[in-house]
């Protein structure tokens, strides 16, 4: 079965840094472009940052430039998002997507003091 | 960045009955390949998103057919031709055509049952 599965959110203080991780399964990884996308409470979808399937390119929204780092490794199958200097905006449910047609259950972050 | 505009935003809908949501962009979604990289996504109440629809017309596998999307340049649908109760939840469109500087999403629609 395809699927992705995100771990590593929770309760940080603004300033602080969360490192996401997702899991994938039943599909070769390394062939596919792959994105975060969140999701703020009560509120719709924003794309966050995509990567290639080499790791060669990285994209990101403005709000997000210079703080998140998207990364993967493909030997393990999984693919990581690296925040820093997080504010209380990034508070939302994270998703990472296999090219928008899978995506995982999401993750929460809340960043609050 | 490319604004995607939908509507309606609320959608109550009688059980049966047709539904139709629009999706304008700010700019063409045709790229340069000659396709069109408009994607229609459904979030069910505490759920993922799910993509019904990719290049404005495609479904996906496993979404009924009574799903089907439409649309050309700047201006796009989504219809469901008989509503039925598991069709309740948030409506999304999605370009991918100017990925750089960013995709973007439309607001979401919010389909009910009246």
């Known amino acids: 079965e395809v699927q992705l599965v995100e771990s590593g959110g929770g309760l940080v203080q603004p300033g602080g840094s969360l490192r996401l991780s997702c899991a994938a399964s039943?599909?070769?990884?390394?062939?596919?472009?792959m994105t975060w996308v969140r999701q703020a409470p009560g509120k719709g979808l924003e794309w966050v940052a995509n990567?290639?399937?080499?790791?060669?390119?990285?994209y990101y929204v403005d709000s997000v430039k210079g703080r998140f780092t998207i990364s993967r490794d493909n030997a393990k199958n999984s693919l990581y998002l690296q925040m820093n200097s997080l504010r209380d905006e990034d508070t939302a449910v994270y998703y990472c997507?296999?090219?928008?047609?899978?995506w995982g259950q999401g993750t929460m972050v809340t960043v609050s003091s | 960045d490319v604004v995607m505009t939908q509507s309606p935003l609320s959608l109550p809908v009688t059980l049966g009955q047709p539904a139709s949501i629009s999706c304008r962009s700010s700019q063409s979604l045709v790229y340069s390949d000659g396709n069109t990289y408009l994607n229609w996504f459904q979030q069910r109440p505490g759920q993922s998103p799910r993509r019904l629809i990719y290049k404005v017309s495609n479904r996906d596998s496993g979404v009924p057919d009574r799903f089907s999307g439409s649309g050309s340049g700047t201006d796009f649908t989504l219809k469901i031709s008989r509503v039925e109760a598991e069709d309740v939840g948030v409506y999304y469109c999605?370009?991918?055509?100017?990925?750089?500087?960013?995709?973007?999403f439309g607001q979401g629609t919010r389909l009910e049952i009246k």
């Open positions: 039943g599909f070769t990884l390394s062939t596919y472009w």
């Open positions: 997507a296999r090219r928008f047609d899978i």
């Open positions: 990567i290639k399937q080499d790791g060669s390119e990285r």
């Open positions: 999605m370009q991918g055509t100017h990925w750089l500087p960013a995709i973007t």
